[in-house]
């Protein structure tokens, strides 16, 4: 049994389609990408500006989180988003930090949530075709979450929970 | 004529400063963001100093209000290479604080998977060095037969929670020895390979020498490379170390490729002291049993530890809570980085991805 025998998985990008990922590593989940690189099956892109997919894999601090947000806008549409792992998704184990962004959803839109603390590298190519099979389809749902433009700063207004008095 | 420049590393950087340093995407430093304020006289660094803060999480703070068993969760994680080594340093100190004495078996089991630990750490810095003929992820098949065998025993690929207060949560799997044999077998099959990506290190390049590494608090290998033979695995044993025979790799230049040959033959010393460990692993309990809620007694102590990457210490305080009071941490790549501005000045522009890579540091280690 080689190495990682279990992700041999093959990704159909359908016919046309060849959807470069750009990975912005952030902390431990970054580790495991590039543990999900070594299937050869992750086409990188050079940059944000010729990436389709952008993967956030780790931890997004608001003092982090203009950055990503620009990254995000330095992409040419049409653009995905994976969150890789807990902090990326909710803020995972520092759900009540002070200085981490609770979830990358409220800086950006996002199409795939990959959970894990962090994800095997398995959990990340199956996220990376189910994003292929909802791009090949046209029925995609784009998803609502953080689509509005970021208001303020990361620290402001982040959420319902946040409005109550 | 001078020239301010912020350079960045880690692909967060890339919209945000004057240059983005390519130590790899896969390079371990190059996951967080780190960023350097230089000032340049033509291609030559004059001033440099490091801006830190990016990947600021509050492990410190949130420590407070995590019971002892939370608190290895979130432990492990601040050098995400090294959380079995993270999680040791917890354990030990509550240990102390209890005067819990932990099962023979479970110590050796600990020096054994910190030693493993090491050596993934090692290999994942080594297998990604940034020189030019290197082929990518040299040995990391061997690293991921390592990795098999840690979260055989742990269930986890990168955080392993195996450790708990009074030993581990629970015994190796049957036939797991033979396994980690064979997988020692693996990476030291593939140290020649290695040691040929690190002699494509240039010589001389970022030299740091001793007195500025004490004055800074560097430890680990990339004090070790310049001389300053300081090993807490030798010097103040913790675990099983004082009833093994190693010898702590020291050598003299301090440059980068120094500190490359340090790691490389750290990962040796340590596949031999996994051996040693599993020659001797005695019978037993793995853990004591623990009442439904740990409360440390009231005081303080200090762990400090050897991890892959320097000394890590543990400043606990105790108010006889089942949380600690304050839990300060002392990180590696904290006081490494720290050296930045007395070790840069001097270096070409051009060399500055070898020395950043040489330093072995981990983003979240430093911003903690």
Not at chain 2, 228 to 239: F, K
Request: contains cysteine; hydrophobic residues 45%; aromatic residues 6%.
């Amino acid at each position: 049994m080689s190495a990682l025998d279990p992700v041999r998985l093959v990704l159909d990008w359908g016919p046309r389609l060849r959807l470069s990922v750009f990975d912005v590593g952030l902390a431990c989940c970054a580790v495991e990408f590039v543990a999900a690189s070594m299937s050869g099956q992750v086409p990188h892109a050079g940059g944000p500006g010729d990436a389709d997919v952008l993967v956030i894999s780790g931890t997004v601090t608001d003092k982090l989180a203009p950055a990503v947000r620009r990254l995000y806008d330095a992409m040419p549409e049409p653009r995905y988003v994976i969150s890789m792992g807990s902090c990326a998704n909710s803020g995972g184990p520092y759900w009540d930090s002070y200085s981490v962004t609770k979830g990358v959803d409220q800086l950006i839109p996002v199409d795939v949530y990959v959970p894990g603390c962090p994800p095997r590298p398995e959990a990340l190519l199956h996220g990376l075709q189910q994003l292929a099979s909802r791009v090949t389809q046209p029925a995609a749902v784009r998803p609502v979450t953080g689509s509005a433009p970021l208001v303020g700063p990361p620290g402001g207004v982040r959420g319902p929970q946040d409005l109550r008095p | 004529m001078t020239r301010e420049l912020t350079v960045g590393i880690g692909a967060a950087e890339l919209t945000t400063a004057d240059l983005v340093l390519d130590l790899g995407q896969h390079h371990p430093s190059n996951h967080g963001a780190l960023r350097l304020a230089l000032v340049l006289d033509g291609d030559v660094v004059v001033r440099a100093e490091p801006v830190v803060g990016w990947m600021h999480r509050g492990a410190e703070k949130l420590f407070e209000v995590r019971d002892y068993r939370q608190v290895l969760v979130l432990a492990n994680r601040h050098d995400w290479l090294s959380a079995f080594s993270n999680e040791i340093g917890i354990a030990l100190a509550v240990e102390r604080m209890l005067g819990m004495e932990v099962p023979e078996r479970a110590t050796w089991l600990r020096t054994l998977l910190a030693e493993l630990n090491r050596v993934l750490n090692h290999l994942m810095f080594l297998g990604t060095t940034p020189f030019e003929g290197a082929r990518p992820f040299t040995g990391f098949a061997e690293r991921e037969a390592v990795q098999r065998v840690m979260e055989e025993v742990s269930g986890g690929r990168l955080h392993y929670m195996l450790n708990q207060v009074g030993g581990l949560k629970q015994d190796v799997p049957a036939g797991w020895p033979v396994r980690v044999r064979r997988a020692v077998e693996g990476v030291r099959g593939v140290l020649p390979a290695l040691q040929q990506l690190v002699d494509a290190c240039p010589r001389g390049v970022g030299v740091l020498r001793p007195e500025t590494a004490l004055a800074y608090g560097v430890s680990g290998p990339v004090a070790r490379a310049c001389g300053v033979d300081v090993d807490l695995r030798r010097d103040d044993p913790y675990l099983a170390y004082a009833e093994l025979a190693f010898p702590v790799v020291v050598r003299s230049d301090g440059d980068s490729w120094s500190r490359f040959a340090c790691v490389l033959d750290q990962v040796g010393v340590s596949l031999d002291l996994v051996d040693a460990c599993l020659d001797r692993l005695p019978g037993g309990a793995v853990n004591v049993r623990l009442p439904k809620t740990v409360k440390a007694p009231e005081g303080h102590t200090y762990a400090w530890t050897e991890n892959p990457l320097g000394a890590m210490g543990y400043y606990l305080v105790s108010r006889g809570e089942k949380t600690p009071w304050r839990l300060a941490m002392r990180t590696a790549s904290f006081n490494n980085v720290s050296a930045l501005p007395a070790l840069l000045p001097g270096v070409h522009l051009q060399d500055l991805v070898t020395v950043l890579a040489s330093l072995f540091f981990v983003v979240g280690d430093i911003d903690k």
